[in-house]
């Protein structure tokens, strides 16, 4: 489904991506950890495609399309779908609203009609079911003045609504209680099929406890530089970062 | 105030209307004229106009020497009414009152409306008529004072509520020739009465149109007012609009004024809060395109303690327009425990627009919460991203962006008519982006 | 209430710290000014034809303009034929070395805490002393001199570096640039100049002190610095005055031109005489000063702490002409009693990418008016600018005054643009938290105003900073109304 190639990018002349290699297959859940700085955000938000960083070198290949060359919108139509860690707060534009205009831009995109309205809500109910998301939060404008919880579950709720095909998780996990934790996780595990693939970028094991990887990546430095089965974020987790930090620098 | 030579010949032009004004005799319009004229046109120096060329525009576009005002041949109003909004309907075409046009709905206890002309001779008009509105203050207002042709006398008596709206809708009509007019409004709200006031400019045709406006408007204690303007005019308007309203304690205010089209439009619009415990809401947007210079000065004056006033005016200038918001909050040495706050917000959507934003805070009493904010700018590229990265196309995004950045300043419209009407005008307009 | 009332009772009655004056004596031009008295000052000077001409056309030019009335300040009208031009402590001519120095005068800048002998060379501060209008001495030269900087009184510059000043005089502030730039043109008598070639870091803080100390004189000096390639220079400036009943003059022009990857950085300490408490007396503080962004990422960061003057009349500005250059201003205005100031800056945006911050915090006391005026243009081909501007004013009393005037105007759409002001006084609350915790009216006001202008107070030199705060901490401790 994804394949990254010798992937290189730069924010404001720094290096952050060194050299970054990965093949995701449809129906595998993939988790990138590392120490903070080490890349993984930005690698998120490459795939996205974020201006604010300019790939050097590499290729990406996602369904077989050339997704660097692919506008952010474009990339959302093909079946990209970025959990924001920090999900941006936009006054006057209603969740309702903003999720029909994505929504029916999207069938568009894949030849499908337009949902009316009826059928737009009893979508939307459902889906609401299935993250355990309260109207109440979708009347209001798009993430304002939610707490760090809901704007995670409100994250997990347009997932859903979406049905990505590649679903990339930037951190879903920071700032979230344990309850919280585990509703995006349920979240999460139902939309799982053999049709889409999940990338979890974490800097804990914790969430990996609830969403199960079948691969785990260590970032560092730009570059994923161990790679397992999920036996290794335990491993991460009892010997801490350091051990990747000390085994690099005697390389 | 500085007056250039060339200015000179034209001011003594405009005011050779005097001649043909009625009640020139009246002490009032005479001793407006004598202000007209010492104060003069406004040349580039002059700080309040700065960026308001109307001396220049009045010179090269208008011929002050036709006098007679002209007639119109307009069959229908239809067109600039609001849908479905029931309302008081109060027309002037070319500065005159329209009996044709005009239909008062409300029964006669809840509203009086009467010929200003007529009333400022009699009754009650007389204490309240220039009161407020200084005609040695700004060349306009003087100018109107002197030779306003027409006008209306609003009276809400105390302990009512007025059901349906006020439309106060001027016409010009410039299909045949250009249009010089000046209108006049004097609004009284009684004790706890309520009344929601809607004015709107249009024109047919496309000569040069030059109104001025002055009106006064009292909200008395408890009472409570909404107030909308709605400046959405094709024709080559210039327009210098002078607006007093003077609240007393407990009052109720909500304003908005939108301004859409026009060639110079200017708004001077000032808010006394002359008593306690007042709150005002206080808001505008300027959606602008052309050559289109708008230019909202605004002052709110904060004169008695333990008062509440909420500013926000928003725009957006595509093409070559050129926005000037220029906001005024002063807090005079009695008015302690004010809480006053002001906001301008601007995008830019091409090189070639303007906006020039002067925000100003006096103060003189010390425990007071005050601030006023201005930016100017872009869409937020963070919140672009967002949506883009749900698949909303990049156009899309942004119509969405501008859309919520401007519909911010409808909250406080209450009528429902009405605010539909104003959203679907916004969205029509921001939508092409 | 009634403690708050005694507390501020206590601060305005509190003497002007620096309101001595010195016997010196000073050789003098007579009262008034004429074409005469100009010319008078430049033979004094021994000045080149060509700066004689040149001050004459800007003489010839003010005499056709009209002084400013826009500022938020009110005074009587000053009668510029009643004002000494020019005035010079006397001594042997030119000293060389300190030791020729008169006496009196080392002894007055001791008095202001300023050691002109080299002994205090650990301080690391060279400075230049000038006073009423002349500067008396200059440290560190040699030291300076090694790395090729120049920092010299101006009528020495004129003398030894004629090419130098003839290029850069009023490339910044025009002879012709305003009412009072005008008048200082006319008749500026000397201050300070400085030189970084290119590539240097200069290695200690330059500072000038000024001092008026002769009555009935106007102090008219002139600041030039030119910062070449890729140079940096820290420069700071102090200024007190003896206690006089009249008003006094002062009208400074500054000029600063950066070259491209320059850094300029100028703080100023103001603390001129600022009348007594019923606003009897006092400096008119009238002065332009202005940088020049010239080159590509240069860059030049003003920082103001203005205590002292009757009336201060000052907008420390920036040109960003070189893309990607960026303006600073940081401010703190305080003022007591009858003080009145309308001060704040100008950043003109010419280049892309061009970018300034302005953080001014203003506080009122007394019966004061104190005023932020500041502009921030960006102009059309200034694409992908960026300002933001925080103007903060705190009142203490219900007989003062704070006031706000920004002008914003923007003419592309690239460029962001924010300004944010607020206004409010110290709250009960943070007093009533202070004093719980055992510290005493008086000294929670202290504390609590100079959190408040600590955003500025940090871009002060360290030695300047201390200076600073203790001069804030004096004219405000316990002014809470």
Known sequence: MLTIKNLKAKVEDKLILNGINLQVNAGEIHAIMGPNGSGKSTLASVLAGREDYEVTEGEVQFLGKNLLELDPDVRACEGIFLAFQYPVEIPGVSTVNFMKTALNKIREYRGQPSLDAVAFLQLMKEKMKLVEIDQSLLSRSLNEGFSGGEKKRNEIFQMAMLEPKLSILDETDSGLDIDALRIVANGVNKLRSKNNATIVVTHYQRLLEHIVPDFVHVLYKGKIVKSGGKELALELEAKGYDWIKNEMELV | ?433 | MAKDNQVLEEITSKEYEHGWTVNLEADESPKGLSEDIVRFISSKKQEPEWLLEWRLKAFRSWQKMVEPKWANVKYPEINYQDIIYYSAPKQKAGPNKLSEVDPELIKTFEKLGISLTEQKRLTGIAVDAVIDSVSVATTFKEKLGELGVIFCSFSEAVREHPELVKKYLGSVVPMNDNYFAALNSAVFSDGSFCYIPKGVRCPMELSTYFRINAANTGQFERTLIVAEEGSYVSYLEGCTAPMRDENQLHAAVVELYAMKDAQIKYSTVQNWYPGDKNGKGGIYNFVTKRGLCAGDHSKISWTQVETGSAITWKYPSCILKGDYSMGEFYSVAVTNNYQQADTGTKMTHIGKNTRSRIVSKGISAGKSQNSYRGQVHVMKRATNSRNFSQCDSLLMGDKCGAHTFPYIDVENSSSKIEHEATTSKIGEDQIFYCLQRGIDEEAAVALIVNGYAKEVLSQLPMEFAVEAQKLLALTLEGSVG
Not at chain 2, 133 to 152: E, I, R, Y
């Open chain 2, 1 to 433: 105030m500085s007056a250039i030579t060339s200015d000179i010949d034209l001011k003594e032009k405009i005011a050779q209307a005097f001649e043909q004004t009625p009640d020139r005799k009246n002490i009032q319009r005479t001793e407006a004229l004598q202000h007209f004229q010492k104060l003069g046109l406004p040349g580039n120096k002059t700080e309040e106009y700065r960026f308001f060329p109307i001396t220049r525009a009045l010179e090269k576009n208008f011929d002050f020497d036709q006098s007679n005002p002209i007639e119109s041949k307009i069959k229908s109003i239809y067109q600039f009414l609001i849908p479905d909004l029931e309302a008081n309907v109060i027309v002037f075409i070319n500065g005159i009152y329209s009996p044709v046009f005009s239909k008062v709905i409300s029964p006669e206890n809840e509203i009086i409306i009467s010929d200003l002309r007529k009333a400022v001779n009699q009754n009650e008009a007389p204490l309240y008529f220039e009161k407020y509105l200084k005609t040695s203050a700004d060349p306009f207002t003087a100018l109107n004072t002197a030779l306003w042709q027409d006008g209306v006398f609003i009276q809400v008596p105390a302990k009512t509520k007025v059901e349906k709206p006020v439309f106060i809708l001027h016409i010009n009509d410039a299909e045949k020739e250009q249009s010089i007019c000046h209108t006049r409004l004097l609004v009284v709200l009684e004790e706890e009465s309520e009344l929601t006031l809607i004015e709107r400019s249009t024109s047919i045709g496309t000569n040069n149109i030059f109104h001025t406006f002055a009106e006064e408007i009292l909200v008395k204690e408890n009472a409570t007012l909404d107030y909308v303007k709605i400046q959405n005019d094709e024709g080559k308007l210039h327009q210098v609009a002078n607006s007093l309203i003077h609240q007393s304690s407990k009052s109720k205010l909500n304003t908005f004024t939108l301004t859409m089209n026009g060639s110079l439009i200017r708004n001077n619009f000032n808010i006394a809060i002359d008593g306690e415990n007042c709150e005002s809401h206080f808001y505008g947007l300027y959606l602008l395109n052309g050559n289109t210079i708008a230019d909202n000065h605004t002052v709110v004056d904060h004169i008695k303690p333990n008062s509440f006033s909420n500013e926000l005016y928003k725009g957006v200038m595509d093409g070559n327009s050129k926005g000037v918001f220029n906001g005024k909050i002063f807090v005079r040495p009695n008015a302690q425990k004010t809480n006053a706050f002001q906001s301008n917000r601007n995008i830019l959507l091409t090189d070639t627009a303007t906006i020039n934003t002067k925000p100003q805070l006096e103060i003189w009493a010390d425990d007071v919460k005050c601030s006023h904010g201005c930016t100017s700018g872009q869409l937020d590229e963070e919140a672009l991203f967002y949506l883009r990265s749900r698949g909303i196309p990049l156009n899309n995004a942004k119509a969405m962006l501008l859309y919520a950045f401007a519909a911010e300043t409808l909250e406080p419209i209450k009528n429902t008519e009405l605010k539909s009407y104003l959203d679907g005008l916004i969205s029509q307009r921001l939508n092409k982006y």
